[in-house]
């Protein structure tokens, strides 16, 4: 080996902080559980902070932006379609592996991942990355996020059934007062508090993973009063984590080779990949929180375990595209152009 050849650091997989967050707010949760007055307690600021995030996002999510994008409607179709029809069929077929992979209760939340809106940061992130069409990022995923208020809980009704994170009538009032009413009064208000919103996006920031991170441990405080230790072995979370490989892999190979077919360009290809292959650990887990109840610990785990996956697999993808050779005279993407990223 010649001494000119200089010896390169490892890729470091990327491991999200938050997701270490989670994981500790989790273990707290094991060591620490609330019952009684503070389970009681826990769970009421719990609620209302699962209606404040979807005041926020409301407020946070131009409706007017992602309309421009309707000019690239193929592309967000196709990212939708991957979102709520091919990532539900997958979920439903993986019924296939319980009992003997899969117990009934981790499939349950495996679906619900599947039932999950899309990611907007990352997406965006790993977009930009690979060099593919950004404006239709943010775009695809501001349809997804604007689809999932509506098409999540119903097709948790639809699949998963009353009895297991879907929608009785009760549950349906209960998903409209603290999802839907937030989001659309915060949508009404947007334009009286967007300036205030954004002049204060650190401290969103804290509110935003301060909210999620209190939803997480009331759920899991009641999963470990109910004895959720029993139910998850490790064999079985190492079960759970092979099949979320398999399925992230799949869906990764529909979303780049499937829109090569349907004649879309090599950014229009990388912005559907990366959009319609995430799922969002922010819209999932407060939306388990109200769907599935007491039971909701179970259903989050898949999600959480999913996130970080999609987090070190596709930031390695997006590294292998960013140094794909550039075509002469290529553009970065098509789509809307003026979309600024939030």
Known sequence: MSRRTSLRAPFRLPVDPYVLTLLGTVLLAALLPASGTAATVAGGASTGAVALLFFLYG??????EALEGLRHWRLHATVLAATFVVFPLLGLAAGGLV??????????????????????QSSIAFTSMARGNVPAAICAGSFSSLAGIVLTPLL??????????????????RTVL???VPFLAGQLLRRRI??????????????????ILLVVYTAFSQGMVSGIQHQVTPVRLGALLLVEAVLLAVMLTLTWYG?????FGRADRVAIQFAGSEKSLAAGLPMASVL???????????LMLFHQLQLMVCAVIARRRAADPRPAGAATGSGPARVSAR
């Open 259 to 263: 829109p090569k077919r349907l004649g």
């Open 99 to 120: 009992p003997a992979v899969l117990t009934p209760s981790l499939h349950d939340g495996l679906l619900f991942l599947c039932l999950v809106p899309s990611t907007i």
């Open 194 to 211: 967007a300036g205030f919103l954004a002049r204060r996006r650190r401290l969103l920031g804290i509110v935003d993973r301060g909210s």
């Open 156 to 173: 948790a009704a639809l699949l998963l059934g009353s009895g297991a994170g879907g929608l009785s009538a009760d549950g349906l009032l």
């Open 59 to 64: 407020a946070r999510l131009s409706a007017r």
């Open 178 to 180: 603290q999802l839907l």
């Open 292 to 302: 599935f109840g007491a039971q909701a610990s179970l259903a989050v785990l898949p």
